[in-house]
């Protein structure tokens, strides 16, 4: 049994598909293969080549066929102390470098954590392979750890709930069970997760006579377009008729060529801001780039929101902190609303819609405006817009150019968060390092901060904003061995959620530099408090950590204090980089009421006791 695994590993290996090793005359067509082995297999034809997560006794069986693949080559087994962490890493692999991985976890607890961490995968289209283990199909009693309920198949339920899953309670079904993954993870327009769960007695069953040459080989992604000509000449009717235009676009339009936006603004006389999740798409120096927008967005950004006439929005979800909870378009008459996904098209009301890759999509209109002789004048427009990007230029700037406040809490003056980010993303560029964000204040401080002039240089999880995304995604750059290195941006309640990255990175070679942003507490939540009732609750923390010592407790991690000045967080910086591994540096940052701490927030949101005011507002505006 073991030597025909291997034959089969070593052939996949040399010929790169199944179907080219018994083209090929290297693997006999029908084979007896286990269920574990066939989901390895699967996988590995469809380029899965990383295997992440934590082994438990509902996986046993398939860490044993990952054991004989990896040896033969064809897979890396990646085991992490966390099942959060891997679901970070599988969806970090995908979002940065196109790679599908496979995470895997146990039956019950584990699962459950591999299942939140998905939400990533969820929120942002990414498609990530999740196989968990699952409770035996004889039924014979209560399997420990599976959900503590007499009904069958609990967690195939709450997975379908969560997105699309798939139970291999029959072996022979694995075949169906990797197309349809395939079709998520790969092919759809906009990916997504895909769960399978394995029995545990199902795991070791074999299949004889499996005909390998039934296992799929990987989609190639779709790019859909509407060929709905009356939709396209009713948004160039639309166009002709503004005279404020804003094009503001999504997570769904990230690979949009930086010229064909250019071209269609020129053309169209607009404006353009985008969402957190894209900066860098346009390069944030164009005259045009009014920055991000949103309800945590700028001055620059959400006036081009509020008053244009026109809103072209490219590729988004329509999130609630997107559009300020469906508020922010204050005067437009008018939207066209471009996206692949058919639903997320009838997220507004009054708009043209029309389906479509982004890209696509965009080049076309572009031609349809030249032939049409279409050139906007709106002049007085761009220039209104132009001067509030002015005007958030400086308004930065004085945060930046007063980059110490004596805190309270601490009792001396430290950095500021803005500071701090800004001195961070200043080094990160100068090297060339890829920014990622996690959630909370430096989140939100973070996509107002950078000013990127090409895309995939930051890194946001702002669909889910799941604590503890920043570090621990790290990994995957180290994973796919292009030798880059990322600098995360984290705050001491997110670090300290996910904090086991410190010892994974030593395990798998990991160089890579944290700046630990610590105010002792949540701060995003304490100034969402202090703004809708003026005061905090339960938000914040009197304990002092010594994030030095911890780091350097983990042999081949450096702790690195940060200091309480630009100058000491530069040399931090430094010192951090020089480190062939993973650096970890403290920076203890102001919190308070004083206004230059803080970057702030420009735009509505339906959260708290502001929720009746926007709600009222948003069924005004109509969209």
């Known amino acids: 049994m073991i030597e025909e695994r291997r034959a089969r590993a070593k052939a996949l290996k040399e010929y790169g598909t199944l179907q080219a090793a018994v083209a090929a005359g290297a693997l006999d067509q029908f084979q007896d293969v286990s269920l574990s082995e066939a989901i390895v297999l699967g996988l590995a034809n469809q380029g899965v080549r990383h295997f992440i997560g934590i082994f438990g006794h509902g996986m046993t069986d ?14 890396r087994t990646v085991n992490t102390r966390n099942e959060v962490e891997a679901s970070h890493i599988g969806s970090m692999l995908k979002w940065k470098y196109g790679e599908t991985a ?27 392979y999740y196989l968990f283990g699952d409770e035996t199909t004889h039924s014979e009693g209560p399997n420990m750890q599976q959900i503590p309920k007499r009904e069958q198949e609990l967690f195939l339920r709450l997975l379908n709930t969560m997105g699309h899953a798939y139970s291999l309670h029959t072996p022979e079904a694995v075949f169906t069970a990797l197309k349809r993954g395939d079709a998520l993870v790969h092919g759809d327009a906009k990916n997504s ?19 390998l ?11 859909v377009i509407s060929l709905d000509e009356e939709s396209y000449c009713e948004a160039i009717e639309a166009i002709k008729a503004a005279s404020k235009i804003t094009v503001k676009i999504g997570g769904g339009a990230a690979k949009v060529c930086a010229d064909t936006i250019d071209e269609f603004l020129e053309l169209t006389d607009a404006v353009y801001t985008h969402g957190p999740v894209v900066p860098g798409v346009y390069p944030d120096s164009k005259r045009r780039n009014m920055s991000v927008g949103g309800s945590k967005g700028t001055i620059s950004g959400n006036y081009a929101m509020n008053e244009c006439d026109l809103i072209i929005a490219v590729g988004a979800r329509g999130v609630c902190q997107w559009d300020c909870s469906g508020t922010a378009f204050h005067n437009a008459k008018k939207m066209i609303n471009i996206n692949c996904e058919y639903e997320d098209l009838g997220q507004y009301s009054n708009a043209v819609r029309i389906q479509g890759d982004a890209q696509a999509v965009l080049a076309k209109l572009v031609a349809m405006l030249k032939e049409a ?9 761009v220039d209104a817009c132009v001067a509030k990007r002015a005007e958030w230029n400086a308004f930065k700037q004085e945060r930046y150019d007063n980059p110490t406040i004596m805190d309270e809490k601490q009792g001396k003056a430290l950095l500021t968060e803005p500071a701090a980010i800004k001195i961070g993303c200043d080094f990160a560029d100068a090297h060339d390092m890829v920014k990622i964000f996690d959630a909370g204040d430096v989140q939100a401080n973070g996509f107002q901060i950078v000013t990127d002039e090409k895309p995939g240089m930051t890194i946001t999880d702002t669909g889910s904003s799941y604590m503890g995304f920043a570090v621990s995604s790290m990994l995957a750059f180290g994973l796919a061995g292009k030798g880059e290195v990322p600098m995360a941006f984290t705050g001491d309640g997110s670090f300290m959620m996910n904090p086991q990255i410190m010892i994974d990175s030593v395990e798998h070679g990991l160089k890579g530099i944290i700046v630990l942003c610590d105010n002792r507490r949540m701060g995003a939540i304490t100034s969402l408090q202090y703004g809708q009732y003026d005061v905090g609750y339960r938000t914040d923390d009197h304990v002092e950590v010594d994030y030095v010592q911890m780091a350097n407790s983990v042999k081949g991690v450096k702790g690195i204090y ?45 959260v708290g006791n502001w929720c009746e005011r926007v709600q009222k507002m948003k069924h005004e505006i109509g969209f």
């Not at 860490?63 to 080559?73: K, P, V």
């Not at 997760?193 to 005909?211: A, K, T, V």
């Open 62 to 75: 398939v860490g044993e066929a990952l054991r004989i693949y990896e040896e033969e080559g064809v897979v």
């Open 102 to 128: 496979a995470v895997f976890t146990s039956i019950g607890p584990g699962a459950l954590q591999a299942t939140a961490g998905s939400l990533v995968g969820l929120s942002n289209g990414l498609g990530v």
């Open 193 to 211: 997760p895909f769960y399978m769960l394995l029995p545990m007695n199902s795991q070791p069953r074999i299949m004889e006579g499996c005909n």
């Open 213 to 223: 040459l039934e296992f799929p080989t990987r989609s190639r992604k779709s790019s």
């Open 373 to 381: 002789g279409v050139q906007k004048d709106c002049k007085e427009w």
């Open 562 to 606: 940060g200091g309480e000045t630009p100058e000491s967080l530069k040399a931090a910086l430094e010192e951090a980089y020089a480190h062939d591994g993973l650096s970890v540096i403290h920076v203890p940052v102001y919190f308070g009421r004083d206004d230059l701490g803080g970057i702030g927030a420009f735009g509505d949101w339906n």
